[in-house]
């Protein structure tokens, strides 16, 4: 027989604190810290999105000159981007209430342009070491002026936020940023209802855990 715990017993009320404890943090990313080596951002013409199993990356590219570059990588949890996607609709709808409609680039031959593989798209694509491994963003912060959007992409750990990458693109390019997370966002969610069977490995790489890309190749901006 177990005798109940007397609340008026100090004993007992050690005992019970002994075992492991967790308590849940919650974030305001408000004040979130900005580095010195973030606060300037970076500009990029086009993002592409790619689909891991547990996680989506976001490369944001500048196509503006040779090597075309991968100048940030983030990758973020499902759910951030079903909410990223959700203020990203927002602040454009606010951006065409204040400033007009966002008027998308008329690209000659854009409809006989064939459209590159992952694989043909990267190898155009410089990447470098400190860009490759990517940045964590579990939070972000989206503001506009009249001709650019800019993204704050902020990791939320205790016991402060800080922001991991600035990023700035044309207003025209956060549109086509939105279309392609939308369209590849309801790939995942398809993907979740009905699961594919495995992929294949590859002889050199292993097995692939990403899918095909969305994004804005060609031909970019």
Same mark, same amino acid.
């Given at each position: 027989?177990?005798?109940?715990?007397?609340?008026?017993?100090?004993?007992?009320?050690?005992?019970?604190?002994?075992?492991?404890?967790?308590?849940?943090?919650?974030?305001?990313?408000?004040?979130?810290?900005?580095?010195?080596?973030?606060?300037?951002?970076?500009?990029?013409?086009?993002?592409?999105?790619?689909?891991?199993? %547990?996680? #989506? $990356? !976001?490369?944001?590219?500048?196509?503006?000159?040779?090597?075309?570059?991968?100048?940030?990588? *983030?990758? =973020? &949890?499902?759910?951030?981007? %079903?909410? #990223? $996607? !959700?203020?990203?609709?927002?602040?454009?709808?606010?951006?065409?209430?204040?400033?007009?409609? *966002?008027? =998308? &680039?008329?690209?000659?031959?854009?409809?006989?342009?064939?459209?590159?593989?992952?694989?043909?798209?990267?190898?155009?694509?410089?990447?470098?070491?400190?860009?490759?491994?990517?940045?964590?963003?579990?939070?972000?912060?989206?503001?506009?002026?009249?001709?650019?959007?800019?993204?704050?992409?902020?990791?939320?750990?205790?016991?402060?936020?800080?922001?991991?990458?600035?990023?700035?693109?044309?207003?025209?390019?956060?549109?086509?940023?939105?279309?392609?997370?939308?369209?590849?966002?309801?790939?995942?969610?398809?993907?979740?209802?009905?699961?594919?069977?495995?992929?294949?490995?590859?002889?050199?790489?292993?097995?692939?855990?990403?899918?095909?890309?969305?994004?804005?190749?060609?031909?970019?901006?």
């Amino acid at each position: 027989m177990i005798d109940p715990p007397n609340p008026d017993d100090p004993s007992e009320e050690s005992s019970q604190n002994d075992g492991p404890q967790s308590q849940e943090i919650r974030h305001s990313h408000i004040g979130a810290l900005v580095p010195s080596h973030v606060a300037r951002g970076v500009f990029t013409t086009g993002a592409v999105v790619l689909q891991g199993q %547990h996680e #989506f $990356i !976001l490369d944001f590219l500048l196509r503006m000159q040779q090597p075309q570059q991968v100048v940030a990588r *983030i990758v =973020m &949890p499902p759910a951030v981007v %079903h909410q #990223f $996607i !959700l203020a990203l609709q927002e602040n454009i709808h606010r951006y065409e209430d204040r400033f007009g409609p *966002i008027h =998308m &680039p008329t690209i000659p031959n854009q409809n006989q342009q064939s459209r590159q593989s992952a694989q043909d798209l990267y190898e155009t694509l410089k990447i470098s070491d400190d860009v490759q491994s990517g940045t964590y963003a579990n939070a972000v912060m989206i503001g506009h002026s009249p001709t650019e959007f800019s993204f704050d992409f902020i990791t939320t750990f205790f016991p402060r936020s800080s922001v991991s990458q600035r990023v700035f693109m044309a207003s025209a390019n956060a549109q086509r940023l939105l279309d392609s997370m939308n369209h590849s966002f309801q790939q995942f969610q398809e993907r979740l209802r009905n699961p594919p069977p495995p992929p294949p490995a590859d002889e050199e790489n292993g097995p692939s855990g990403f899918s095909s890309p969305e994004g804005d190749w060609p031909p970019g901006l």
